[in-house]
């Protein structure tokens, strides 16, 4: 970005956790940035997955030596440096936070111009029974939230 970012620039909230539709978000978020003389938020969010044991729900033992946020760290930065142009990179910071990512996402969305989240389209009957991140921030987002499915100018699949 060539214009010198201040403390009012415009604040984007992007979700990424890898997919095709978040990279496409990262990249539409780092575009309209450079429009306003914004910065990006690229948040992932991450949570301990809990392991069903018989019939009772009890978390097992899972890396508690904190393996699995530096993984979460090292793949978000990588997903950053490979989306977004050496030249954008100062105004776009990782960020890896623990919790589920409709609620991480829509916690740092509060307050901010725009959220942009790629959507994974798996179709309403995942939705109905998984939720929807998208969905979820859409309804509940306090700011403008644009969903990405695919390229812009090209038809979603």
């Not at 978020?29 to 003389?37: D, H, I, S």
């Amino acid at each position: 970005m060539s214009a010198a970012i201040t403390n009012d620039a415009p604040r984007i909230v992007v979700g990424v956790d890898g997919s095709p539709s978040s990279r496409t978000a990262l990249r539409w978020a780092v575009r309209q940035a450079n429009l306003t003389n914004g910065t990006v938020d690229a948040v992932m969010a991450w949570e301990i997955p809990i392991v069903l044991q018989s019939y009772a729900m009890a978390p097992i033992h899972v890396e508690q030596d904190g393996s699995f946020e530096e993984n979460v760290k090292k793949t978000i930065e990588a997903v950053v440096s490979e989306e977004v142009k050496p030249a954008d990179s100062q105004a776009v910071r990782s960020l890896a936070i623990n919790g589920h990512p409709a609620q991480v996402l829509l916690g740092f969305a509060a307050g901010t111009d725009l959220l942009v989240v790629g959507s994974r389209g798996h179709g309403k009957f995942a939705e109905a029974l998984l939720g929807s991140v998208s969905q979820n921030c859409v309804h509940h987002a306090s700011c403008p939230v644009l969903i990405m499915r695919g390229e812009p100018g090209q038809a979603a699949q």
